[in-house]
T-cell receptor, first 112, second 111 residues
Framework: QKEVEQDPGPLSVPEGAIVSLNCTYS??????FMWYRQYSRKGPELLMY????GNKEDGRFTAQVDKSSKYISLFIRDSQPSDSATYLC????????????FGTGTKLQVIP | DTAVSQTPKYLVTQMGNDKSIKCEQN?????MYWYKQDSKKFLKIMFS???????INETVPNRFSPKSPDKAHLNLHINSLELGDSAVYFC??????????FGSGTRLTVV
């Protein structure tokens, strides 16, 4: 079993839909949680960075962390075709120079 | 001006060859990483250097050798390339409290 599990998709939604992307993890010691977006043939770029449980909002993006369930989510409101990409969840034990463990990514397609 | 730049972007080479990938960062961060992304998009850490010192060395064949000549550079040398080494290799830097900034990747194909 991988430390971080993520449904690979693909997930296809119509433009304007609310998208929910999820990850589960097994290591309860993870404290820092991230979401990265990766366009085709590009490097991942950081979207959201949260510490411990709770919600964080940034524009159309909301990240949720439920440490009791070992479950994190990324919600995208009013999805746009430009949101079409692979979304990778990631987590680490500390915010310092510890290694980050990634999920395998969910491919999202937003259809105009 | 790209924060993390990798060269080359594409590398096609024959089995058994030795090749190097270079990474340069211009943000002045102390920590640099090499990650490997396989065909299923799974990103796995290989190495991490902090201020030219190796701090993370995952289970990677010793055919892979990182070298950090200075804080701004982290190179990856691969000896005796094998078919299974075909992947995208990403260099990254980290900013505590903000996660990674990745380069655009080097797509290695071993034939």
């Amino acid at each position: 079993q991988k430390e971080v599990e993520q449904d690979p998709g693909p997930l296809s939604v119509p433009e304007g839909a609310i998208v929910s992307l999820n990850c589960t993890y097994s290591n309860s010691a993870f404290q820092y949680f991230m979401w990265y977006r990766q366009y085709s043939r590009k490097g991942p770029e950081l979207l959201m960075y949260t510490y411990s449980s709770g919600n964080k909002e940034d524009g159309r993006f909301t990240a949720q962390v439920d440490k009791s369930s070992k479950y994190i989510s990324l919600f995208i409101r009013d999805s746009q075709p430009s949101d079409s990409a692979t979304y990778l969840c990631a987590m680490s034990l500390s915010g310092g120079y510890q290694k980050v463990t990634f999920g395998t990514g969910t491919k999202l397609q937003v259809i105009p | 001006d790209t924060a993390v730049s990798q060269t080359p972007k594409y590398l096609v080479t024959q089995m058994g060859n030795d090749k190097s990938i270079k990474c340069e960062q211009n943000l002045g961060h102390d920590t640099m990483y090499w990650y490997k992304q396989d065909s299923k998009k799974f990103l796995k850490i290989m190495f991490s250097y902090n201020n030219k010192e190796l701090i993370i060395n995952e289970t990677v064949p010793n055919r892979f050798s990182p070298k950090s000549p200075d804080k701004a550079h982290l190179n990856l040398h691969i000896n005796s390339l094998e078919l299974g080494d075909s992947a995208v290799y990403f260099c990254a830097i980290s900013d505590p409290g903000w996660g990674y900034t990745f380069g655009s990747g080097t797509r290695l194909t071993v034939v």
